[in-house]
Nanobody, 126 residues
């Protein structure tokens, strides 16, 4: 069965960096879009970043542009999110997600996306 396994979350001071990893397995057809959502306590889930394997394009939410970078390995079975200059408002549960559609799915709540990881917590605090 399809599995998305996340790692790399933790506690970091403001201005610090973390790198999240998502290892995908069990796909019989390669995904076309993979990336990250996050959800903070009391707030709605929001798309953070997405990478499209169709045209090698990327998507970033306005709140993380210039600070976060999404990438993938050569085998296309692992996706990374490099998070720099972290702020307290970045504190949230981060979820890896994959789909056979387009990165436009990351512009909303992601309800249409079929495959999700279990989540990893990121806390930014002094």
């Amino acid at each position: 069965q399809v599995q998305l396994v996340e790692s790399g979350g933790g506690l970091v001071q403001p201005g610090g960096s973390l790198r999240l990893s998502c290892a995908a397995s069990g796909f019989t057809v390669p995904w076309t879009a993979i990336g990250w959502f996050r959800q903070a306590p009391g707030k709605e889930r929001e798309g953070v970043s997405c990478h499209s394997s169709q045209d090698n394009s990327t998507y970033y939410s306005n709140s993380v542009k210039g600070r976060f970078t999404i990438s993938r390995d050569n085998a296309q079975n692992t996706v990374y999110l490099q998070m720099n200059n972290l702020k307290p408002e970045d504190t949230a549960d981060y979820y890896c997600a994959a789909d056979l559609g387009l990165c436009v799915l990351w512009s909303g709540h992601g309800r249409e996306i079929d495959y999700w990881g279990q989540g990893t917590q990121v806390s930014v605090s002094s």
